[in-house]
């Protein structure tokens, strides 16, 4: 006789064993119309596993992230039957949930066209219609291998091979004619999954993600719990596409990539402008925030990176040369090495912790080609990276300076909702356990002292430390990891790194990694499509277009111009033989915040005609009160 206890501390009993349905049934039939996946001691079950002893329940809805999740495990298997009724002959291989949706890896020689993924859809509503049930079997290993190589499906029958024998092989059935190899859990029928999906776009995708096997069509889709969910999301991928980075970088004449150097930027005239003005902005922070701005070698010796652990545990990632006296050397892919050299000249004591140390490093990683994603994954960036050296009584007090410094900064340029995740120590890692029990406790501390929204990535944290990873929600929602800090207890001891304490012994201090922008070029692309290329004012990387009616205003325009240079202001002067219109078009399409018009009445009264960027309103404006209100502006968003 099974007891039941609900997530409320209720019990309910039973006679005999029972399914979740049957319990949710027992809540309340609302519950049990509503109800699509449980947990039993917290783990995912269908709604039809029976439980046969004293266990805690708990009912799933769409409401739910369980519940969401396992509609799109549903929608993803109805996708592959839909695609095997219309096009026998192609194999099934993976289909998972993923963020917003879903996947499916086909095995088929014609490539799937847009008027497919049509015909695809309205058979998964046909299947959805007819609401078939599901059912799950526990088969033998081998009578499943066997099964599938029948069915011609060998990469099902590989899969099940690297299974490890003492796995459980569950294998789903929708209705009476399609199966699949799966964990689950699934729902009732499909009729539960409702209509709220869309089949987005078809991609290439090797087998097992190695580009020495197979290419295989992937599918991918997304499904909502409602119709509403499904509209908000298609207009936010809408949105997002107009403030793609990479289109605004070209229209805005930013930056560019070539295949000569992959990952890596052409910063342009405006684009340079901007990533100048980040740094002057991060420099004077970091400089009133008592770091010390250091430079260190882009090039460093084999033997400095195998002492660091990064040859072992990075090495993959990194750059090397070999030169001509058979030495070994890596484009540094981090800065913190470099900066423990630093540390290291001279003596240090207690008294001189803690010690800031901050560049603006140039770094190299290696990242697979098809990883590269304009300015948000490249292979060159530039980190504002910092290291703090400090005791370990000094950690939580540093850690929420540094807390509150990434906040403010993120204020500054617009971002106002950040959260918090906790990543602690990686199945690969240096150090001991005791070292990583006294940085983790340390971290968690500052963490919880934040008093700000937090999550635990387990398993997440660098190979030597755990860390922090600061994530800024943006103008339509999406979230972006950004800033980062981490505690390490490890590299310091291993590159010698040490202080006098106060009771003259000698210490290996504490070393706190630190990136507030996190790289340079990422940030930018996050600001781009934040702002959709229409910047704050103060950090517009050209804030102001002088244009003249005609050649006869030219000379005024310049004069106008330069007076807006010396004021501190960043302008430029448009003399192409061009037409008024045309030029407003050009420069409204770069994203130039404010376009100055000079021709008679402007240059007889010493005025300028202001028109703003969205804006189709005119207003005149001396010239010495447009210095004063914009420079004020300039200088006021820019402290």
Same mark, same amino acid.
């Given at each position: 006789m099974p007891i039941i206890t609900l997530p409320d501390g209720n019990?309910?009993?039973?006679?005999?064993?029972? *399914?979740?349905?049957?319990?949710?049934?027992?809540?309340?039939?609302?519950?049990?119309?509503?109800?699509?996946?449980?947990?039993?001691?917290? #783990?995912?079950?269908?709604?039809?596993?029976?439980?046969?002893?004293?266990?805690?329940?708990?009912?799933?809805?769409?409401?739910?992230?369980?519940?969401?999740?396992?509609?799109? $495990?549903?929608? %993803? $298997?109805?996708?592959?039957?839909?695609?095997?009724?219309?096009?026998?002959?192609?194999?099934? *291989?993976? =289909?998972?949930?993923?963020?917003?949706?879903?996947y499916y890896d086909f095995a088929r020689k014609e490539p799937f066209t847009t008027d497919d993924l049509k015909k695809i859809e309205n058979r998964m509503s046909e299947i959805i219609d007819k609401d078939v049930k599901t059912r799950r079997e526990v088969w033998q290993r081998e009578k499943a291998i066997s099964h599938f190589i029948k069915i011609g499906e060998k990469y099902k029958a590989e899969i099940i091979e690297s299974i490890p024998g003492n796995e459980e092989l569950s294998v789903y059935h929708h209705g009476e004619t399609w199966h699949d190899l799966c964990r689950g859990p699934h729902l009732l029928s499909s009729g539960k999954i409702g209509k709220a999906f869309k089949l987005m776009k078809v991609s290439g995708a090797y087998w097992r993600g190695d580009s020495n096997n197979e290419m295989l069509q992937r599918i991918y889709g997304t499904g909502w719990a409602t119709q509403k969910d499904l509209d908000d999301y298609l207009k936010r991928i809408e949105e997002a596409e107009k403030r793609d980075h990479r289109k605004l970088g070209k229209e805005m004449d930013l930056f560019h990539f070539r295949e000569e150097s992959p990952g890596s930027v052409f910063w342009h005239e405006r684009g340079w402008a901007l990533f100048q003005k980040l740094i002057k902005y991060m420099r004077s922070r970091q400089d009133d925030a008592g770091y010390k701005e250091v430079n260190t070698p882009e090039i460093l010796d084999r033997q400095l990176w195998e002492k660091s652990g990064h040859w072992e545990k990075y090495g993959e990632n990194m750059y090397t040369s070999e030169t001509p006296d058979e030495?070994?050397? %890596?484009?540094?892919?981090?800065?913190?090495?470099? $900066?423990?050299?630093?540390?290291?000249?001279?003596?240090?004591?207690?008294?001189?912790?803690?010690?800031?140390?901050? !560049?603006?490093?140039?770094? $190299?990683?290696?990242?697979?080609?098809g990883a590269l994603h304009g300015l948000l994954r490249v292979r060159a960036f530039t980190q504002d990276d910092a290291h703090i050296f400090c005791s370990e009584d000094q950690i939580t007090s540093e850690c929420l300076e540094v807390t509150n410094l990434i906040l403010d900064i993120y204020k500054d340029l617009g971002f106002e909702n950040v959260i918090l995740k906790y990543a602690d120590r990686p199945d690969v890692r240096v150090g001991d356990d005791e070292v990583w029990d006294k940085a983790e406790a340390s971290l968690l501390e500052a963490v919880k002292a934040s008093k700000l929204e937090y999550s635990i990535n387990k398993g997440e944290g660098a190979f030597y430390g755990?860390?922090?990873?600061?994530?800024?929600?943006?103008?339509?929602?999406?979230?972006?990891?950004? =800033? *980062?800090?981490?505690?390490?207890?490890?590299?310091?001891?291993?590159?010698d790194a040490s202080y006098v304490d106060k009771d003259g012994s000698k210490k290996v201090p504490v070393m706190l990694h630190r990136a507030l922008f996190g790289s340079l070029e990422r940030f930018i692309g996050i600001l781009i499509e934040n702002y959709a290329g229409k910047f704050p004012f103060w950090i517009s990387p050209l804030q102001t277009m002088v244009i003249p009616i005609s050649? #006869?205003?030219?000379?005024?325009?310049?004069?106008?111009?330069?007076?807006?240079?010396?004021? =501190?202001?960043?302008?430029?002067?448009?003399?192409?033989?061009?037409?008024?219109?045309?030029?407003?078009?050009?420069?409204?399409?770069?994203?130039?915040?404010?376009?100055?018009?000079?021709?008679?009445? !402007?240059?007889?009264?010493?005025?300028?005609?202001?028109r703003r960027l969205d804006s189709n309103k005119q207003e005149n404006m001396d010239i010495d009160q447009f210095l004063k209100t914009f420079s004020a502006l300039n200088k006021a968003s820019s402290n």
């Open positions: 019990n309910i009993d039973f006679p005999n064993k029972v *399914t979740g349905l049957e319990v949710a049934e027992k809540i309340s039939k609302s519950l049990a119309k509503q109800a699509l996946v449980m947990s039993v001691d917290g #783990e995912l079950k269908d709604l039809y596993f029976e439980i046969n002893k004293d266990s805690s329940v708990k009912i799933f809805t769409s409401k739910d992230p369980e519940g969401l999740e396992v509609i799109r $495990h549903d929608t %993803a $298997h109805i996708m592959a039957m839909a695609v095997q009724e219309l096009y026998p002959g192609t194999q099934v *291989t993976i =289909g998972p949930v993923i963020e917003n949706g879903f030495k070994v050397f %890596a484009i540094k892919p981090m800065n913190c090495p470099g $900066h423990i050299q630093v540390f290291n000249q001279g003596l240090k004591s207690y008294r001189d912790l803690p010690l800031r140390i901050t !560049e603006f490093g140039k770094v $190299h990683r290696y990242e697979p080609s755990p860390k922090i990873e600061f994530v800024l929600r943006d103008a339509i929602g999406r979230d972006w990891q950004c =800033g *980062t800090l981490q505690v390490d207890l490890n590299l310091p001891g291993r590159l050649e #006869e205003f030219n000379d005024y325009a310049v004069n106008v111009s330069k007076k807006i240079k010396d004021a =501190g202001i960043s302008s430029s002067v448009d003399l192409k033989n061009n037409n008024l219109n045309y030029k407003i078009r050009d420069h409204s399409l770069a994203k130039i915040p404010v376009l100055l018009i000079c021709g008679k009445k !402007e240059v007889d009264s010493n005025s300028v005609t202001i």
